[in-house]
């Protein structure tokens, strides 16, 4: 499903994927090592985003860090999201594939095999997710697919998710 804005039935806080999704552009475009983006806004309005800079395999414990320091200096959020780069595949398959896998296949040329940006969006006890694919070769440069909401997102495994559930009320 393609979103647009007209079409929305989904919360106020959804209405900023567009804005999140062009972020994470701005950031891949620019560096090549990219580092997962936190925004969050707070019961009060008070808002921000901040780059979750983590180890390998450690993105679930620093965004519960950065989820945990952030409850405490301004309260429960009204909504926060994460945004992500990742590879991913053109359909949904039945496959217990991990991003190793994806990402081996996607350099062996399956066609499949997409990269992507995913905006990971809690906000009232559930989380919705956005991807928006990408290419970048020499000769094209960057060529970025419509916005897509997922109303099955298939992921590696429901960790983050999981982290992201415990701070949204």
């Given amino acids: 499903m393609t979103w647009r804005p007209q079409d929305s039935i989904l919360p106020p806080e959804w209405e900023v994927v567009p804005g999140l999704l062009e972020a994470g552009r701005i950031a891949r475009e620019r560096d090549v090592a990219f580092s997962p983006i936190l925004a969050w806004q707070a019961v009060d309005g008070t ?86 694919v990408y290419r970048h070769t020499p000769v094209d440069g960057w060529e970025w697919d419509e916005p897509e909401y997922m109303l099955n997102p298939v992921l590696p495994d429901n960790v983050l998710v999981e982290a992201l559930l415990r701070h949204c009320r």
């Fill in 47 to 132: 808002a921000g985003f901040t780059m979750v800079k983590h180890h390998g395999g450690g993105l679930v414990m620093a965004v519960d860090e950065v989820l945990g320091a952030l409850e405490e200096m301004y309260g429960p959020p009204a909504w926060f999201s994460v945004t992500v780069d990742a590879y991913g595949r053109i359909a949904n398959h039945e496959t217990n594939l991990d991003p190793d896998d994806l990402r081996d296949l996607f350099a062996a040329g399956d066609w499949q095999v997409v990269e992507q940006l995913m905006v990971l969006v809690a906000a009232r006890g559930s989380v919705g997710v956005w991807r928006q």
